[in-house]
């Protein structure tokens, strides 16, 4: 029902910044929360920063707040992440993913998302 297509990964020395974009088919995007998630080989799939339906409410993890903003265009289907004062430890495959789900406070599980992107290679050099 949702197909969601990430852009914008690529390389990228610390302390740079990336803009990653999620474009989502259809016209129901503002009917669900979205999310991004990051995942590294040996480790799990983290929660990055999740956005409200019409983009009032955000929540971002610790390891990134302050450097990363999540925004949404509704009008465009499009979800973005901006990140910015990248560190080697951001290096990672990051994913958008929509809810069915209630934003609530937007601390989603990766189980709690219903459909997902392919990702977008995210490097960042030291």
């Known amino acids: 029902q949702v197909r969601l297509v990430e852009s914008g990964g690529g390389l990228v020395q610390a302390g740079g910044s990336l803009r990653l974009s999620c474009a989502a088919s259809?016209?129901?995007?503002?009917?669900?929360?979205v999310a991004w998630f990051r995942q590294t080989p040996g480790k799990d799939r983290e929660l990055v920063a999740a956005?409200?339906?019409?983009?009032?409410?955000?929540y971002y993890a610790d390891s990134v707040k302050g450097r990363f903003t999540i925004s949404r265009e509704n009008a465009k289907n499009t979800l973005y992440l901006q990140m910015n004062d990248l560190k080697p430890e951001d290096t990672a495959v990051y994913s958008c993913?929509?809810?069915?789900?209630?934003?609530?406070?937007?601390?989603?599980?990766?189980?709690?998302?219903?459909?997902w992107g392919k990702g977008t290679l995210v490097t960042v050099s030291s």
């Open positions: 993913a929509a809810s069915r789900q209630r934003y609530d406070t937007g601390r989603f599980a990766a189980l709690d998302m219903d459909y």
């Open positions: 259809g016209r129901t995007f503002s009917n669900y929360a």
């Open positions: 956005i409200s339906e019409f983009g009032g409410s955000t």
